[in-house]
T-cell receptor
């Protein structure tokens, strides 16, 4: 069984500073991937970044980067130069098992609520 | 166009009503998903249509019934719901249901069952 853990229920950061959101996972699979999503108060889930287990480089996407430490089974999201609009819930997710019918299932961690202060 | 649309935005229904939630994408994606999200919880996957073949989360009660009329449209039919079914229902799509493809989500339908 796989498991996603986000240990920080809430984080605060000053505008323009960097912040790291933690995510650890547990899997016995050799091939897997980690996703990060952002959910503002409006409710829509926004895809931020993806890291595959065989990717040699840490994923980066604009101000988002992933600190992927495979041996530690951690995939922390780093947001650089925080903006007020970054205030939201952030979910780490990975594929876990299959549904009846065969499709893979994306499972989310409990999330971290990030608040960016002016 | 990376948009997934959902209607209605809000829905209030009684326990004896029948209603449907609708979702549409025009990205040519071949996988579409329904998620349920309770307040302060992560989304939970309910159903997946991959190339119009259905996969089911066995924990979802039969009062929820998905339908995929074509690869761009996804419906969720609701019948005899309970107050605990009140939640945000999110639709998503992806290029493929396989590992590595990100899902694009719609804005959700906030459902209240009275």
């Amino acid at each position: 069984a796989q498991k996603i853990t986000q240990t920080q229920p809430g984080m605060f950061v000053q505008e323009k500073e960097a912040v790291t959101l933690d995510c650890t996972y547990d899997t016995s699979d050799q091939s897997y991937g980690l996703f990060w999503y952002k959910q503002p108060s409006s409710g829509e889930m926004i895809f931020l970044i993806y890291q595959g287990s065989y990717d040699e480089q840490n994923a980066t996407e604009g101000r988002y980067s992933l600190n992927f430490q495979k041996a530690r089974k951690s995939a922390n999201l780093v947001i650089s130069a925080s903006q007020l609009g970054d205030s939201a819930m952030y979910f780490c997710a990975m594929r876990e098992g299959r549904l009846q019918g065969g499709s893979e299932k994306l499972v989310f961690g409990k999330g971290t609520k990030l608040t960016v202060n002016p | 166009d990376t948009e997934v649309t959902q209607t209605p935005k809000h829905l209030v229904m009684g326990m004896t009503n029948k209603k449907s939630l609708k979702c549409e994408q025009h990205m040519g994606h071949r996988a579409m998903y329904w998620y349920k999200q309770k307040a302060k919880k992560p989304p939970e996957l309910m159903f997946v249509y991959s190339y119009e073949k259905l996969s089911i989360n066995e924990s979802v009660p039969s009062r929820f019934s998905p339908e995929c009329p074509n690869s761009s449209l996804l419906n969720l039919h609701l019948h005899a719901l309970q107050p605990e079914d009140s939640a945000l229902y999110l639709c998503a799509s992806s290029q493929s249901a396989r590992l590595g493809y990100e899902q694009y989500f719609g804005p959700g339908t906030r459902l209240t069952v009275t």
